[in-house]
T-cell receptor, first 110, second 113 residues
Framework: TQLLEQSPQFLSIQEGENLTVYCNSS?????LQWYRQEPGEGPVLLVT?????EVKKLKRLTFQFGDARKDSSLHITAAQPGDTGLYLC??????????FGQGTELSVKP | GAGVSQSPSNKVTEKGKDVELRCDPI?????LYWYRQSLGQGLEFLIY????????KSGLPSDRFSAERTGGSVSTLTIQRTQQEDSAVYLC???????????FGPGTRLTVT
């Protein structure tokens, strides 16, 4: 069974601070995705990483895929209140189904 | 353009009643997925459709849960004899084909009293 462990589950920080969210598995994934979800809405895709060691940047967000394709991280630089939300990592399972981590609830206070 | 829509947005039902949840995927998307999001369990896969057939039903938690898709478009998820542990947000996603980016609907929040 493929599982993804995401940490931390909750994170409350001040505006301007940096943070990192981790997503780990004992299984290899051919790709891993990061989503952001706001209350009352479905998750929205931020990025997909497919190559071991890959680093992708989206403005102040940096995503990394581990060399062995078993883990990934999301780093946010100088967090803003608008970054508040639920961040989810997901790996691709059979048939295209997504296997999700438990999520990280981020709160950025002004 | 129109995204994935789900109805109802909220449903409160009594234990033991049957409920039907509806998903309208993005037009032209051949793959459709159902997930459940509950506190403590995160987001878990239930079932997916390729066209009208469901190759993988492995995530359905019990035989009280069933789903169908007709005309390669709308899908309904039916829960019979609802239990309190069925309370969750049920999310639907569609993609152009299996393996492509999934677009999620806003979900149906089901509360079983």
């Amino acid at each position: 069974t493929q599982l993804l462990e995401q940490s931390p589950q909750f994170l409350s920080i001040q505006e301007g601070e940096n943070l990192t969210v981790y997503c780990n598995s004992s299984s290899v994934f051919s790709s891993l995705q990061w989503y952001r979800q706001e209350p009352g809405e479905g998750p929205v895709l931020l990025v997909t990483v497919v190559t071991g060691g890959e680093v992708k940047k989206l403005k102040r967000l940096t995503f990394q895929f581990g060399d062995a394709r078993k883990d990934s991280s999301l780093h946010i630089t100088a967090a803003q209140p608008g970054d508040t939300g639920l961040y989810l990592c997901a790996g691709d399972g059979q048939g295209g189904k997504l296997i999700f981590g438990q999520g990280t609830e981020l709160s950025v206070k002004p | 353009g129109a995204g994935v829509s789900q109805s109802p947005s909220n449903k409160v039902t009594e234990k033991g009643k049957d409920v039907e949840l509806r998903c309208d995927p993005i037009s032209g998307h051949t793959a459709l997925y159902w997930y459940r999001q509950s506190l403590g369990q995160g987001l878990e896969f239930l079932i997916y459709f390729q066209g009208n057939s469901a190759p993988d039903k492995s995530g359905l938690p019990s035989d009280r849960f069933s789903a169908e898709r007709t005309g390669g478009s709308v899908s309904t998820l039916t829960i019979q004899r609802t239990q309190q542990e069925d309370s969750a947000v049920y999310l639907c996603a569609s993609s152009l084909a299996v393996g492509y980016e999934q677009y999620f609907g806003p979900g149906t929040r089901l509360t079983v009293t």
